[in-house]
Nanobody
């Protein structure tokens, strides 16, 4: 079983920055064997893709809505993935979830993920 725990959320003003973390633990193959990703869910909306990264951190993919403002990264020695959120907007308000893909590559599709964290709230006020 794999556990993913997010942290770093909070309430900020538009234009501010936050850094989210996702720490992985539990049995299984090494952390670096798996792609990881961030998704978010705003009130009354479906969960949507934000960013994803492959096992060694060499490839990333972003949703158009966050491209140029958010940066995904990982430190495999710490079994941790990060999401740097810059120039935050009120429409970025959501619960942010991290997930682990079923293999080395990354994916923007929820069906490619087999483990999820519990989420961390990000609230951006104007």
């Amino acid at each position: 079983q794999v556990q993913l725990v997010e942290s770093g959320g909070g309430s900020v003003q538009a234009g501010d920055s936050l850094r989210l973390s996702c720490v992985a633990s539990g049995r299984g193959f090494p952390f670096s064997y798996y792609g990881m990703g961030w998704f978010r869910q705003a009130p009354g909306k479906e969960r949507e893709f934000v960013a994803t990264i492959n096992g060694n951190g060499g490839s990333t993919l972003y949703a158009d809505s966050v491209k140029g403002r958010f940066t995904i990264s990982r430190d495999n020695t710490k079994t941790t993935m990060y999401l740097q959120l810059n120039k935050l907007k009120p429409e970025d308000t959501a619960v942010y979830f991290c997930g682990r893909t079923k293999g080395f590559t990354f994916s923007s599709q929820e069906i490619a993920y087999d483990f999820w964290g519990q989420g961390t709230q990000v609230t951006v006020s104007s």
